[in-house]
């Protein structure tokens, strides 16, 4: 079982960046899949980005290629999302998250995730 606790969220205006990081308990970290989801006010969570075991492989929703970039160090547990030239259609909150997934490599389907932390709030001034 992991824990995943989010920090990093704020308020800031279009165009600026921001750094989520996702911190997990335990040492079966990298055996996870990681990834984001985010939530905007009224709609469903969706998917943002996922991070293979070795972090080198990666898959990224369409609306935030090329701005956020994940990463994660086995090391210290850790996946950070690093988001630029936010837009304030980022606004949500965003949500780490851990697959299990054995037949996986990246995952992009909410339901295959086992674990969730708690969420950041991320909102984008216009």
């Known amino acids: 079982q992991v824990q995943l606790v989010e920090s990093g969220g704020g308020l800031v205006q279009a165009g600026a960046s921001l750094r989520l990081s996702c911190a997990a308990s335990?040492?079966?970290?990298?055996?996870?899949?990681m990834g984001w989801f985010r939530q905007a006010p009224g709609k469903e969570r969706e998917f943002v980005v996922s991070?293979?075991?070795?972090?080198?492989?990666?898959d990224y929703a369409d609306s935030v290629k090329g701005r956020f970039t994940i990463s994660r160090d086995n090391a210290k547990n850790t996946v950070s999302l690093q988001m630029n030239s936010l837009k304030p259609e980022d606004t949500a909150v965003y949500y780490c998250?851990?697959?299990?997934?054995?037949?996986?490599?990246?995952?992009?389907?909410?339901?295959?995730?086992?674990?969730w932390g708690q969420g950041t709030q991320v909102t984008v001034s216009s």
């Open positions: 991070i293979s075991r070795g972090g080198s492989f990666t």
């Open positions: 335990g040492r079966s970290f990298p055996s996870y899949v």
């Open positions: 998250a851990a697959a299990i997934a054995p037949s996986r490599t990246v995952v992009v389907r909410r339901v295959e995730y086992d674990y």
